[in-house]
């Protein structure tokens, strides 16, 4: 019989160490935060510093906000506040600012991680352009 993924992986262990190769080798940026109101961020993986400049070191605690400007549509970012609100997912694009200031065109989307219904994090998955 051919082997499952839940067979291959075995346990906890297992899933983390396949998530970990593949958040780390994701062409796309990934930025995980936490459940708090503030939503600080918990994770970002190497494709985000290439996207944004920002050291992942430099931005565990911080927000996402630190990519927005003068430049980031405020209804965009209302609809993904109340997504985050309903407990639902966001996709959409804004302007958003690299570490330097250069601004670019920031398409993404945010889904909640549940367990046991509860929200425990949400993850973002991230690209430049406009278009997926
Ligand atoms: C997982 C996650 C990823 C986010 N990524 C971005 C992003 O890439 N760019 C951006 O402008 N805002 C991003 N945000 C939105 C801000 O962190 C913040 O939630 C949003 O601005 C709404 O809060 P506010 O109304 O207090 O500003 C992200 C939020 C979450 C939860």
Not at 69 to 75: L, S
């Amino acid at each position: 019989m051919a082997n499952s993924l839940t067979n291959v992986l075995e346990d906890t262990e297992g899933c983390l160490a396949l998530l970990e190769v593949l958040a780390e080798n994701s062409f796309d940026s990934i930025l995980i935060t936490d459940a708090s109101a503030e939503g600080k961020i918990i994770y970002v993986n190497e494709a985000f510093k290439k996207l944004t400049g920002h050291d992942p070191a430099s931005v565990i605690g911080n927000t996402p906000r630190i990519l927005q400007g003068p430049g980031t549509d405020a209804k965009v970012i209302e609809r993904l506040a109340d997504a985050l609100k309903s407990g639902g997912t966001f996709e959409g694009k804004a302007i958003n600012y690299k570490k330097d200031g250069t601004p670019f065109i920031m398409y993404w989307r945010v889904l909640p991680i549940k367990i046991v219904k509860k929200i425990v994090a949400w993850v973002a998955i991230q690209r430049e352009g406009s278009v997926i």
